[in-house]
């Protein structure tokens, strides 16, 4: 019984979407006050339903009622119960279920928090948002219901798949979620203001604050996303250009270019059309990404079932959005011209490139991760594109956005003046290559890749250069604005990240290794030891456990245990490596397969500086939790600014 | 600079970056597309030999050898028409089974796949869907819709 409660809950919250989307978008229309208010209430509504039926499904897995059939095929009496919840979300129709819910959690957040936004706008926002809820919701319902039934019900479940029972994956899917999905409030608030045909300074100081929320999660979410992949799927890799995890990070560049162009719509009224576009972008390459996910069209990792039916629903609703905003954008842009020039050497010239380096990126990344789809479709060859491919489009143009992200930071609107900060930034450029140097020859003892010694400088010279203004401030004892501040840490964690990256790129060592007990190999100085393997008995699985210990030049360095483990019901091995973490690397152990005579295959890695690339994503998304807490995104009705209002050129380093 | 002479530049510069931009593209395409063959066409001749490409199917029971205690795996890949022997030094995926679906990233030398990587599908009823579409009605009734839940390829 308690299932179709579940049911019909997503039944009721996809009409009382209908009604949020008829409510906001009409009632803004007729600017009826009664259906304005109307809306807000049918979006706490529709949260509430989605959340009853999200607390169904989760309910289903806790007391194991296999007469679910997403329960049966996705859980077992023998999973632990942390992993029961995270098996919510561990397969199609209950990703896609948190996907919904997430909406309806940003929905009800926006009509929560912004209560000064005008009432026609805010009407607006949410019946865009109750559009992409009733899609949604109607893709759930229609194709991937959690709740059908499977009488009889089984005795036992079939187990989450074994990749999936991990603690990061517990939070990897909620985040990347939360930052994907955020992107429709930007792309709601962009279509709003295109029916309106309103979009000024306090337009973009409303949307500013939830985009960078959406796009903290979104970096949070693929920082986890690459962790969980390191230990678990890759072997020790952080990235691998899957099609799945280029679908997350496409938005993701969207996303940056969009919160800097924000800033330019903001502090100076510029750039109006290219932020509403960049906001369809971001809205659209999320769409995409669930899309590729959901219908398999593409091999990957991540790929859920290939159902053509679930395809084609994700791929009209992408078109549906995509044409639709775009429609409305031919219409309307024209009358939302900018108006102002600024100097070659400005903020906004700055702004623009960034924007023009991210948007490329995302771009060719495109290129890359649909290409083999149109080969297929056309009957040229299934191909593959490389790894080499991306990693040369997206270091080309990131590379100069190290350096321009590095000067840009300390550049005015209107027009820039390098007199007084051209000698300070040269200097922190030119230690930063030679300390870039100084690590790569005295740390690792040789030039690594071509790019080494400039990874590490860029990565030096921006961390440099993002905590320059914040201690000038801390020593003049002035205050920090929040904006500012927020801007300077999320740089600081890019160049973490571009150092971590440099380093890892440069000197890590991969060895494969056939041991049995007593056997050495040494990588990178560190001496590994294959001590002793034993079997293991856990919850739901039976293991292979190798002990190896690392010593490096007698003295004692780890102990690791790494473990390769046969799950019972799923037939499905995993592999759990063992990782010696430090703050200048890590060493990381996984086993193989069993060769006979007493070897087992196992593989050796020494990872420099892994460990920046996520610390530097904490940082960004710490950046933006700074940001959005500055003062001016608080606090009620923002007085309108006029659409060629100049005044508001800010003097110092609000991103 | 008038400002015609000033927007020809601009149009020369934004001209000059695009075709850049091309160029760049077309060579770091060219260089990493790998191309997918099935056994059929290896066995055929159409594959050719000395440049990386793919090759995918189902490991044949009964063909992986291994030398003792080495790292080095010989295995044969079959479409169910023809077969291909591939060899490979190194850890192998975890789901690497006989009678899975693969698909080995490599060259070809001397009729012998020279794999550098072999990935594998990571649950027993997801079929990457080049496999699945070359093993279209084949004899072991292995469903090539891909109509199966959650699963994917992993290395």
């Known amino acids: ?60 897995f806790v007391v194991h009622d296999y007469s679910i059939e997403y329960v049966a095929h996705n859980s077992n ?97 909620p985040m990347l979620y939360m930052g994907y999905v955020g992107t429709s409030v930007a792309f709601a608030f962009a279509v709003a203001a295109m029916l309106s045909g309103r979009m000024d300074a306090s337009w973009s100081r409303w949307t500013r604050p939830w985009t960078v929320a959406a796009w903290m999660c979104l970096t949070l979410g693929i920082s986890l996303g690459s962790w969980w992949a390191y230990y678990v799927l890759g072997w020790g890799g952080w990235w691998f250009w899957d099609p799945v995890e280029n679908a997350s990070f496409m938005p993701w560049l969207a996303s940056t270019a969009l919160i800097h162009s924000l800033a330019v ?75 102002g020039g600024f100097a070659p050497v400005s903020r906004e010239s700055f702004l623009l490139l960034n924007n023009a380096l991210l948007v490329a990126a995302a771009g060719l990344i495109l290129l890359g991760t649909l290409w083999p789809l149109v080969m297929d479709s056309f009957n040229l060859g299934k191909i593959s594109v490389g790894p080499p491919y991306f990693n040369t489009v997206f270091l080309v143009p990131t590379l100069p956005l190290v350096a321009l992200v590095g000067v840009g930071m300390h550049s005015t609107w209107k027009r820039a003046s390098y007199a ?53 401030r801390l020593v003049r004892r002035q205050a920090q604005p929040r904006a500012a501040l927020g801007m300077a840490v999320a740089h600081f964690g890019i160049g973490l990240f571009v150092i971590g990256v440099s380093g890892v790129a440069s000197y890590k060592i991969e060895k494969d290794v056939s041991m049995g007990p007593g056997d050495t190999a040494t990588i990178a ?82 990872k420099p500086l892994v460990r920046y690339i996520w610390l530097g994503g904490v940082f960004c998304a710490l950046g933006g939790l700074i940001a959005i807490l500055d003062r001016r995104y608080r606090g009620g009705i923002v007085e309108p600014v006029h659409p060629t209002d100049t005044e508001t050129a800010a003097a110092t380093g609000e991103g | ?16 970056g695009l075709g850049l931009t091309a160029l760049f593209v077309s060579k770091a395409f060219e260089k990493n597309l790998n191309y997918f063959y099935p056994p059929s066409e290896v066995a055929s001749g159409k594959a050719p030999s000395g440049t990386p490409i793919r090759v995918g199917g189902m490991v044949s029971k009964g063909s992986v050898v291994r030398a003792q205690g080495s790292l080095e795996v010989q295995f044969v890949i079959t479409d169910f028409a ?27 030398k001397d009729g012998i796949f020279m794999a550098d990587e072999v990935l594998a599908k990571h649950d027993e009823k997801y079929m990457p869907p080049e496999i699945a579409k070359t093993l279209k009605r084949q004899p072991d009734g292995t469903p090539a819709d891909g109509s199966a839940p959650a699963g994917a390829v992993t290395r």
């Open chain 1, 265 to 339: 719509t903001e502090k100076r009224g510029l750039f109006r059309n290219w932020t509403l576009l960049l906001a369809i972008f971001a809205f659209s390459l999320s769409l995409l990404g669930t899309f590729l996910v959901r219908s398999g069209v593409l091999v990957s990792v991540h790929s859920f079932a290939a159902d053509p039916s679930r395809g084609l629903f994700v791929l009209g609703l992408l078109l549906f959005f995509i044409v639709g905003s775009l429609t409305l954008y031919a219409i309307r842009a024209p009358s939302l011209q900018s108006e």
């Open chain 1, 1 to 60: 019984m308690i299932p179709e409660i579940g049911t019909l809950a997503l039944l009721i919250a996809l009409v009382l979407a209908v009604l949020q989307s008829v409510f906001g978008l009409v009632g803004a229309h007729r600017n009826d006050a009664v259906w304005m208010r109307a809306t807000s209430s049918s979006t706490v509504a529709v949260f509430l339903f989605v959340l009853l039926a999200f607390l169904v499904l989760a309910y289903g």
């Open chain 1, 77 to 173: 009496n023998e999973l632990p119960l942390i992993y029961r919840i995270a098996a919510v979300w561990g397969a199609h129709e209950g990703s896609l279920l948190l996907w919904v819910l997430i909406l309806s959690t940003w929905a009800l957040l926006v009509s929560r928090l912004s209560k000064g936004l005008p009432d026609v706008f805010r009407a607006r926002v949410l019946g865009t948002l109750g559009l992409v809820g009733v899609g949604f919701l109607a893709f759930t319902t229609l194709t991937s219901s959690p709740f059908t039934r499977l009488l009889p019900a089984p005795l036992d479940g079939a187990d989450l798949n074994p990749i999936l029972q991990d603690p990061a994956l517990a939070a990897h899917p």
């Open chain 2, 1 to 16: 600079m008038t400002p015609r002479r000033k927007r020809l530049w601009t149009l020369i510069a934004v001209l000059a």
């Open chain 1, 420 to 472: 007084s900060k051209g000698r300070p930034l040269a200097l922190m450029a030119i230690i930063g290559l030679v300390l870039g140097a100084l690590v790569a020859f005295v740390c690792y003892g040789r030039y690594g890749l071509p790019l080494t010694i400039i990874g590490f400088g860029g990565g030096f010279f921006l961390m440099a250069s993002a905590l320059w203004q914040p201690l000038a």
């Open chain 1, 525 to 606: 100085g560190y001496t590994f030891r294959f001590e002793s393997s034993k079997d293991v008995v856990g919850p739901n699985y039976l293991a292979r456990e190798a002990q190896v210990a690392i010593t490096r030049d007698g003295a004692p360095v780890a102990a690791l245990t790494t473990q390769k483990r046969q799950f019972k019901i799923q037939n499905n091995p995993t592999t759990h490596a063992g990782i010696d973490v430090a703050w200048n690397r890590d060493l990381f152990v996984a086993l193989g397969d069993e060769l006979g005579a007493g070897k087992w295959s196992l593989r050796l890695q020494y």
């Open chain 2, 82 to 108: 023809k077969d291909v022997t591939v060899k490979y030094t190194g850890l192998l995926p975890d789901l690497f089974r006989e009678g899975q679906g693969i698909i080995a990233h490599g060259e070809l």
